[in-house]
């Protein structure tokens, strides 16, 4: 893909305002949560960030834990629009509400997503709609909506276990190079043990991808996770999984190719929050490369459940 020196300029100011406007909004969002959990003091519980992998528990009824935070990836590859490039995830939030002992509803999204084009490594296999000598892209990302389930406690000698499920909308527009726009459903089945300060859980299942250029196809991939979480102190715990996706055909349509990365980071406890860092590493051909993450959560009660 050419790059114009004027177009490249013009692009790089709208995305910096952009990515400024959206940075002054998240910071006056961490700050109204540290106020907020100040005064009212209610305790932190486990926590989903920065892993990928599902644990069981649940929000509590009548509370909803806000995660949010912002990634970075190096050299990821868009397979349905053929470009390369280094992608920030800006707005990353999950909603978990407690409805019942048992289950919670789990809703969430990006809200902006910016790609800082290296090169097309193969023709796009939709029309994009970007400007000629363009070297940015950006977009929203496609938003989910959910439920998780704990099927069983644990005993001592019996695992826990649990079940998810989720319905991707198609909320990104394919035309910029990022998303894919299309509605996918994911399950899967959640199990672990608790060895002393280690909690060790994983997820297998399976998800049915609608293929963007493909009519009336669908690739189902299965889902698959492994997570580890050492709580060193109260304030502190290490975590670290391998999650992702592997295709099962022979040859996955265009958009819905294998993706996974090894993931290690942190949460730390720390004004009435829970602060997350992760680095990753990509496994697959199309994966990105490296990558970097941060976050916050904060749990609070909002409601009385309906008895």
């Known amino acids: 893909m050419a790059l114009g020196v004027s177009g490249r300029d013009e692009a790089m100011t709208n995305l910096a305002s ?15 949560l540290v106020l907020v959990s100040s005064a009212i003091r209610l305790p932190v519980l486990a926590q989903q960030r920065p892993l990928i992998t599902e644990d069981v528990e649940t929000v509590k009824p009548g509370s909803a834990r806000i995660e949010f935070g912002f990634d970075f990836e190096q050299g990821r590859d868009f397979t349905l629009s053929g470009l390369n490039g280094d992608l920030t995830r800006l707005g990353v939030i999950t909603i978990r509400t407690g409805m019942s002992p048992n289950v919670e509803i789990i809703s969430g999204g990006v809200i902006q997503n910016f790609l800082s084009i290296n090169n097309q490594f193969r023709a796009p296999a939709v029309p994009l709609d970007l400007s000629s000598g363009t070297n940015s892209t950006h977009d929203w990302g496609d938003f989910f909506l959910g439920a998780r389930i704990r099927l069983r406690n644990e005993t001592k000698r019996g695992p826990y276990l649990g079940f998810r499920f989720a319905v991707e909308l198609p909320n990104s527009t394919e035309t910029r190079g990022i998303g894919i726009n299309q509605m996918n ?4 089945v959640i199990a672990g043990k608790h060895f002393g300060k280690w909690n060790v859980y ?3 299942g399976l998800g049915i991808l609608t293929a963007p250029v493909d009519p009336f196809t669908q690739n189902d991939v299965l889902l698959y996770g492994v997570a580890a979480a050492y709580q060193y102190s109260d304030k502190l715990t290490f975590v670290g999984e391998v999650n992702g996706r592997q295709n099962t055909r022979k040859n996955a349509p265009r958009g819905t190719e294998s993706d996974g990365a090894v993931r290690l980071g942190a949460r730390i406890r720390a004004g009435g929050l829970t602060w997350d860092v992760a680095g990753q590493g990509g496994i697959y051909e199309h994966s990105a490369r490296t990558g970097l ?8 009660s909002f409601f009385t459940p309906v008895k």
């Open 202 to 204: 994983g997820n297998v």
């Open 185 to 188: 459903f994911y399950s899967h």
């Open 293 to 300: 993450s941060f976050g916050v959560s904060y749990e609070g």
């Open 18 to 32: 952009k990515f400024l406007w959206l940075s002054l909004r998240l910071l006056s969002l961490s700050a109204l």
